[in-house]
């Protein structure tokens, strides 16, 4: 039989593909499942089971939390990277890790083909397909929803008629949960007009009291929460813990797609926008004004190149060297305020704070200068637009 890897998520679309692979292609399926976080222990076991059931010959699940944090979420911290000044791109960015550990593990078991769910229309089909022809030219993809063009609806009525008969309601919603957020995309997200409804949520406000939270930033990096030290990756999950119990982090974003149209989908993300908002805060405080400057277009462009499934490319790692440079000052704590469906910034303490210095304090006092000196540094400064309006004066 012809052996084929299939990143299997134990959605509908993925479990159409393995029942359809193996039954109807002939294909001997090995199920791979990708743990960026999100999954317990009781959920990975019970995805296992469910692939084996549908027809998988194999099935394997890849913790790839620790290398999702180091290789990439890293970087959209230190660049503070909201995708349209909105999205932290939750999914777009665990989909590369996801399909390079998917292509490593299909040369590891010699599979000469391997499969996802995506659909035509989407972003990941362009992540997926890039990575895997990247990495291994010669290896066939495969991708029955999008060569057949199917409807959910579709896949869930030819899986019915093969005994496959799940829940299968809760693909109204196609949810996608990892360490740096869920994506939530369904009937609203198609139109223009309409928000999600509360329900399609998958963290319910159960907390309304508001309190005061501690994070802590050690190079730029997420070291502690409530002084409670932990590596990064454990903190960004105890952090959306405490966070999410809010439902703080909601939103739709709008984009542009890789493939030229219009994208609508709902997120939640708690902990990836409160650390990204709280380690820009304490870089305000602690980094120079050039520095913000160049920083803010340089980690737009990673944001987009990764967006776009540009990992490979050795500019990501260019602009990963920069943005690490750039951190060394960043440590400090930062205070945060937690309240139903918000937060509040309230202040950091660093002792790399560049408020702290002896020149002067904003908008009260100047100790490192005199008055004749600021008059001279203005009328210096003025120059420019003086000439300007001089020559277009006499034009």
Not at 352 to 365: I, Q, S, V
Request: glycine share 8%.
């Amino acid at each position: 039989m012809k052996k084929i890897v299939i990143a299997y998520s134990g959605g509908l679309d993925t479990s159409y593909c393995a029942k359809y692979l193996s039954k109807e292609e002939n294909f001997e399926v090995h199920a791979v499942s990708v743990n960026t976080a999100g999954f317990t222990s009781e959920e990975i076991e019970k995805i296992g089971n469910n692939a084996k059931m549908i027809g998988a010959k194999t099935y394997k699940n890849i913790d790839a939390v620790s290398s999702f944090y180091n290789k990439v979420v890293k970087y959209l911290i230190f660049g503070n990277v909201l995708k349209n000044n909105t999205y932290p791109l939750s999914v777009s960015a665990e989909r590369i890790i996801q399909a390079i550990e998917i292509v490593n593990y299909a040369k590891e078991i010699g599979a000469e083909y391997i499969a996802h769910g995506s659909t035509g229309a989407g972003n990941d089909q362009v992540r997926f397909d890039m990575i895997f022809q990247t990495l291994a030219p010669g290896i066939k993809i495969i991708t029955p929803i999008r060569d057949k063009k199917l409807t959910r609806q579709e896949e869930i009525a030819y899986l019915q008629q093969n005994g496959v008969d799940m829940n299968w309601e809760k693909a109204k919603y196609s949810v996608n949960k990892g360490l740096w957020g869920t994506s939530v995309g369904g009937l609203e997200t198609l139109t223009s007009s309409s928000p999600l409804p509360e329900t399609a949520y998958p963290s319910q406000m159960v907390a309304k009291e508001s309190k005061q939270i501690s994070l802590t930033f050690t190079k730029g990096e997420l070291t502690a929460v409530n002084n409670k030290e932990n590596s990064p990756e454990n903190n960004i999950e105890t952090l959306e813990n405490i966070a999410s119990k809010y439902a703080i982090g909601r939103d739709i974003h709008v984009g542009d797609t890789i493939i030229g149209i219009k994208g609508r989908v709902g997120f939640e993300a708690a902990s990836a926008l409160i650390t990204i908002k709280s380690h820009h805060l304490l870089e305000k405080h602690t980094l120079s004004k050039w520095q913000l400057q160049h920083k803010d277009y340089m980690a737009n462009w990673y944001g987009t190149h990764l967006h776009e499934g540009m990992y490979l490319d050795p500019v990501m790692r260019d602009l990963e060297a920069f943005m690490s440079s750039s951190q060394d000052q960043v440590s400090g704590k930062v205070f945060v305020s937690l309240h139903p469906y918000r937060f509040t910034l309230d202040g950091i303490e660093s002792k790399n704070d560049l408020m702290n210095n002896g020149f002067g304090k904003y908008g009260e006092e100047n100790t490192a200068w005199t008055a004749d000196d600021a008059k001279g540094f203005i009328k210096i400064l003025s120059n420019s637009g003086k000439i300007f309006q001089h020559v277009k004066n006499q034009s």
